[in-house]
């Protein structure tokens, strides 16, 4: 929970953003947003990416479900899980025909920082991930 500061890099090249986790509508949603800055390069100029996710529980279901939206045109549907060790928060994306799978972690490292991991899987390799970003988060 909270407001956090983040850098890493990956398939959009190194970045910085900031991003929260705030409970909503009484504590029945879990809204993140996330704003992640990429300088310019040779290949291109800089950009911004921002995203909204709101996690939330259907009645009866026995898994969180997420909803994620993002300035680049994205819908991702996914599934949220705790690891056993509860160490871990994972959000794995429907299975659809003909679509890739995508795969958002985040887990607890030292002194209340995150390490986050975003994987994609080919259409016809769903359950082969790749990494396409890794950071890490402190606590503003």
Do not use: C
Request: hydrophobic residues 30%.
């Amino acid at each position: 929970m909270g407001e956090w500061t983040a850098e890493g890099g990956g398939g959009p090249g190194q970045g910085t953003g900031t991003f929260s986790f705030e409970f909503d509508l009484q504590g029945k949603v879990l809204v993140r947003r996330n704003r992640s800055d990429y300088p310019a390069t040779n290949d291109r100029p800089a950009f911004s990416h921002q995203d909204l996710m709101i996690v939330y529980r259907e009645p009866g279901a026995k898994s969180a479900q997420a909803i994620y939206f993002d300035n680049e045109g994205h819908v991702i549907h996914y599934t949220a899980e705790l690891t056993a060790d509860q160490e871990s928060l994972v959000f794995l994306s429907d299975l659809l025909p003909s679509a890739a799978r995508y795969r958002l972690t985040y887990t607890k490292a030292k002194n209340q920082t995150l390490n986050i991991k975003f994987e994609i899987a080919p259409p016809d390799k769903t359950r082969s991930f790749s990494t396409y970003l890794e950071g890490t988060a402190h606590r503003k």
